[in-house]
């Protein structure tokens, strides 16, 4: 039977939005977003960080550096008792100067590419999933996805409130944090059964 995903953008959803970090020391995690992961966990759906890192292909982010972060993050969830089942980036950037970056590419949110390969990897289904991001291009991701996407106002969210107002996009819901969002989806949850 196909899993169902709570897709989460990393930046300003579930760390402190720093701009470029390259190394785990500038990785500041909201205090809630250990709860809010151990919340998916225990809801029986799959956590999955999809996030655009376009810092590598800038050349400001190793992608080494970055797969360090990846493994420490994940690590600092498991010590807490909650488990992250993927994390996927985007490493691109159409100007890069480095040539295996510059790619006009289908994984950078809004295009669906991270969603698919975690579909094909973790066989998700993706109508019946969700999306928390801080951005207009993780709503229009998880919209893309055919996912339920959720703005939080941490990070770019209460920017990103008049930007979709003036596009005409709708979340399926607003929410304050990355925690309340896992709480409305699990209202939701409950809502099917
Ligand atoms: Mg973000
Ligand atoms: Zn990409």
């Known amino acids: 039977m196909k899993k169902r995903a709570v897709f989460l953008d990393r930046d300003g959803t579930i760390n402190r939005d720093v701009g470029y970090p390259d190394?785990?020391?500038?990785?500041?995690?909201?205090?809630?977003?250990?709860?809010?992961?151990?919340?998916?966990?225990?809801?029986?759906?799959?956590?999955?960080?999809?996030?655009?890192?376009?810092?590598?292909g800038r050349g400001l982010i190793k992608e080494d550096n970055l797969q360090d972060i990846h493994r420490q993050m994940k690590a600092a969830f498991d010590r807490q008792?909650?488990?992250?089942?993927g994390i996927y980036y985007c490493p691109h950037y159409l100007f890069s100067k480095l040539p295996e970056y510059k790619k006009d590419c289908s994984c950078r949110k809004p295009f669906p590419g991270m969603a698919l390969q975690a579909a094909a990897e973790l066989n998700i289904d993706l109508p019946n999933s969700y999306l928390v991001g801080d951005k207009v291009e993780d709503i229009l991701f998880g919209l893309n996805i055919q996912a339920r996407p959720i703005l939080v106002l941490t990070g770019y969210g209460r920017q990103s409130i008049t930007k979709l107002k003036q596009q005409g996009i709708n979340p399926a819901h607003i929410a304050s944090n990355l925690l309340e969002a896992v709480e409305?989806?699990?209202?939701?949850?409950?809502?099917?059964i």
């Open 81 to 85: 008792g909650a488990r992250l089942d």
């Open 23 to 56: 190394s785990y020391s500038l990785i500041d995690i909201f205090p809630y977003s250990y709860e809010a992961v151990r919340k998916i966990n225990q809801a029986g759906l799959l956590a999955v960080i999809t996030t655009n890192q376009s810092g590598v």
């Open 184 to 192: 409305w989806i699990i209202a939701e949850e409950k809502t099917k």
